[in-house]
């Protein structure tokens, strides 16, 4: 959420906390971790050495692709690109919810 308000400048429309709960009922996902704001690459490469993940799944056009590409070499991981879906986008789901409230 740091993350998100320090370089977007918004308020995320979901929290990080109910982010993850959407993604626990997703059966392809075996662990969910909840992240500090990172202040370094360093930081980010430490913790994937760590925690030693398989994929890291990044959006299409990440402009860190590059890091985690490396960070999941380090650890013979891959990384997956996934393509974002426009009706998900946080415009349409802040749409539906102020609709929704009426």
């Known amino acids: ?10 308020k995320p429309t979901h ?14 996902v075996d662990m969910i971790l909840l992240l500090p704001f990172f202040h370094s690459h ?4 430490d913790m994937v050495k760590l925690v030693k ?4 799944a990044v959006t299409k056009g990440d402009p860190h692709l590059k890091n985690k590409q ?4 380090m650890v013979g991981g891959e990384v997956v690109e996934i393509e974002i879906l426009d009706q998900f986008s946080s415009s349409n789901i802040t749409r539906y919810e102020t609709i929704s409230s009426y």
């Open 15 to 28: 929290t990080q906390d109910q982010r993850a709960a959407i993604l626990s009922h997703l059966d392809l």
């Open 70 to 73: 490396q960070q999941a070499q």
């Open 53 to 56: 993940p398989n994929i890291i």
């Open 42 to 45: 360093k930081e980010y490469d």
């Open 1 to 10: 959420d740091e993350f998100v308000i320090a370089h977007k400048k918004k």
